[in-house]
């Protein structure tokens, strides 16, 4: 993992250790690195003007607000082919679905949650995401409307897991974000069936229903022996926003963890590609872009940044255009080479029908194709999940 480690001032501490690499430290005329020995060190940078430092964990003191300055693609570099991990990776999700289906039942009854249980699939996932992530991605992408709860806390499981691992977070703090992750919507089993699957526009007081999700959530977890403090940031602080406008509490940037901030992006990024009773989902690369435009107000900009760069230019899933007039599904993501995915082939464009599938490399030197766009599969009535 990079030790270098970005944090805002106002939430530095004694023992933490200010790296070189911080930008302006040297016009501050403070110190430009090591050990934070003084409060006044901390309220000179502020009076300063300075927003923002950079810190060495392994040097110092690390904290819930700091947030890896660089990422590491090596965490993401599949060790295992895409097919022979997919079944492995089937299997995962299968369990997946069960565990979390059960929880939610027995949640529901007025039951504790086994956090052990889900602390071992936690692990299952990771593990997944190491061997080759593109094929949990793949499995995430397959949907069913009426399962919306169960598939969206694995698949904002899945999402954080491999995010973080982009990031370079230590094993154990990427295992506690997994198992948060797939917990953050918890609360949600005792919002009314109606209200939760509402075809239309909620009325005010539906709404204010709604997002008491997160107040339950967080109930249900503290009842629950052995949730840690990582899996409580990230049910309580999921919906809040940098700019204040989130719920429950309205909190704003200076308040908001790392954790928090991480459940929101790839919880807003799974909402967006979804199919809902009320919505249909987005085209991958149409909601990365809709999250780039909502960055700074309400999500953290440089977070946002590394996550397009983790699910890459064209995330697994997407319809893209090929330049000899087929339609392809990106199947695997390429970390070196992200204009160069693994691609599917299934639609000729100009003829428009559909054609025997045909698995292709785009970074392979035998293959002459590229791509020239993205689509939007409602445009051609693809069902993208019947490809994957």
């Not at 075809?199 to 997160?214: D, F, I, N």
């Not at 029908?353 to 409602?378: A, F, V, W």
Request: charged residues 25%; aromatic residues 6%; negative net charge.
């Amino acid at each position: 993992m990079d030790n270098i480690r970005r944090i805002p001032v106002a939430k530095l501490q004694l023992g933490m250790y200010v790296s070189d690499e911080t930008p302006n430290l040297e016009d501050s005329s403070i110190r430009p690195k090591g050990f934070i020995r003084r409060h006044e060190t901390i309220d000179k940078l502020i009076a300063k003007g300075i927003n923002e430092v950079f810190i060495d964990i392994y040097k110092g003191l690390d904290s819930p607000y700091s947030i890896p300055l660089k990422s590491n693609t090596q965490f993401l570099s599949p060790k295992i082919a895409l097919q022979e991990e997919r079944d492995k990776a089937a299997s995962v999700y299968n369990e997946a679905r069960s565990l979390v289906s059960g929880i939610l039942r027995d949640v529901k009854l007025g039951k504790l949650i086994d956090i052990e249980q889900v602390e071992c699939l936690a692990d299952e996932i990771n593990g997944s995401v190491l061997n080759n992530p593109n094929a949990l991605l793949c499995l995430s992408a397959i949907r069913e409307k009426d399962q919306y709860l169960l598939e969206h806390s694995i698949n904002v499981g899945v999402i954080m897991g491999i995010f973080t691992r982009y990031l370079g977070y230590e094993d154990e703090l990427v295992h506690q974000l997994v198992t948060g992750a797939l917990l953050h919507d918890i609360g949600k089993v005792r919002v009314p069936h109606h209200i939760l699957n509402k075809p239309g526009r909620l009325s005010g007081e539906e709404w204010t229903e709604m997002k008491r999700h997160v107040v339950y959530g967080q109930e249900i977890l503290l009842k629950s022996p052995g949730v840690t403090d990582v899996t409580l940031a990230i049910c309580g602080l999921h919906h809040e926003r940098l700019n204040g406008s989130g719920y429950p509490i309205g909190l704003d940037e200076s308040n908001i963890n790392s954790y928090g901030r991480l459940a929101a992006i790839v919880d807003v990024y799974d909402a967006l590609t979804a199919d809902r009773v009320y919505h249909q989902g987005r085209p991958p690369a149409d909601a990365l872009r809709f999250m780039l435009d909502i960055t700074g107000g309400q999500l953290d900009r440089g977070l946002v940044n590394q996550f397009i760069r983790c699910m890459s230019v064209y995330p697994v899933s997407t319809l893209v255009e090929l330049d000899n007039n087929r339609a392809a599904v990106v199947i695997s993501s390429n970390y070196t080479k992200p204009h160069q995915p693994t691609v599917r082939t299934i639609y000729n464009l100009r003829q428009r029908h559909y054609e025997k599938s045909k698995d292709i490399d785009l970074s392979s030197p035998l293959i002459e194709q590229k791509i020239i766009g993205t689509l939007d599969p409602r445009d051609y009535d693809i069902q993208v999940r019947d490809f994957l």
